[in-house]
């Protein structure tokens, strides 16, 4: 980096046109920085190939990045969810589980994987509770995967 690039990155000029782009006219910093859609979905098959081989803290480091490139973007939030789950970082992942269903708030899958890990951490009563959001919300048949294991996982604990 050039001393003229890092003069300009740190201008109260460039961070005020970037502000303003970011929260007024809800860009994003991929957007600033010129990244395309092809290169995030690019950089998001790395870091979902990284899951599927149980490499999570890898796929945890590429699912951030791309959240924070893009946080409008759902799937982003909620492959930094998966892998925070499968790396039992469970708060973590209630996080950004919440954070895709502030993007998408019909989406009931996240809604599912926030009550695994809150039963994952011993919070039984908001477990079931999000169960029960579930099973009100899921629709279709393309959901009956969804609410079996919703039904599935309440049944556990009500056995318990």
Known sequence: MTTEQTSDSINPEVIETMATELFENKSTIAALRGLG?????????????????????????????????????????????????MMQMFPEAIQAYGAALAIAPLDVEPKLHIAECLIAIGEIDDAKEMLGYVLEEVEGEEASAIRDRANVLLDALASN
């Open 37 to 85: 859609e092809d290169e995030l979905e690019a950089i998001y098959a790395l870091g979902f190939n990284a899951y599927r081989q149980g490499k999570y803290h890898d796929a945890a480091q590429t699912f951030s990045m791309l959240s924070v490139y893009n946080h409008f973007e759902p799937k982003y939030h909620k492959g930094l969810a998966a892998s925070c789950q």
